[in-house]
């Protein structure tokens, strides 16, 4: 059974950290494109980042530029957000999706994505 599962959320004071990670099982993550989005509640779920799986490229929503940074550890089957100077607006819960494609994830919509995790809650607030 192919499977994503988030974790690493949690509460968290304005300007602290947290790192979120998306396991696979049943597949392996090098070969597909990863994308994390976030949800608020009565908002649309929007792209945070994404990276490829082609040659590992990166790419970043302008709230989060800066701020966040997507990695894998193939190995461990596993792709990472650390999330630093969080604010309050990055309160949602946060997803990840994956899709074998090898272009560059920039060019992936939401919609191309075939697995999706079941999310894990951020909240910032002091």
């Known amino acids: 059974q192919l499977q994503l599962v988030e974790s690493g959320g949690g509460l968290v004071q304005p300007g602290g950290s947290l790192r979120l990670s998306c396991a696979a099982s049943?597949?392996?993550?090098?070969?597909?494109?990863i994308g994390w989005f976030r949800q608020a509640p009565g908002k649309e779920r929007e792209g945070v980042s994404c990276?490829?799986?082609?040659?590992?490229?990166?790419y970043y929503g302008d709230s989060v530029k800066g701020r966040f940074t997507i990695s894998r550890h193939n190995a461990k089957n596993t792709v990472y957000l650390q999330m630093n100077s969080l604010k309050p607006e990055d309160t949602a819960v946060y997803y990840c999706?994956?899709?074998?494609?090898?272009?560059?994830?920039?060019?992936?919509?939401?919609?191309?994505?075939?697995?999706w995790g079941q999310g894990t809650q951020v909240t910032v607030s002091s």
């Open positions: 990276i490829s799986s082609r040659d590992g490229s990166a």
């Open positions: 049943g597949f392996t993550l090098e070969a597909y494109a």
């Open positions: 999706a994956a899709v074998k494609v090898t272009r560059l994830c920039v060019s992936i919509g939401r919609y191309e994505y075939d697995y």
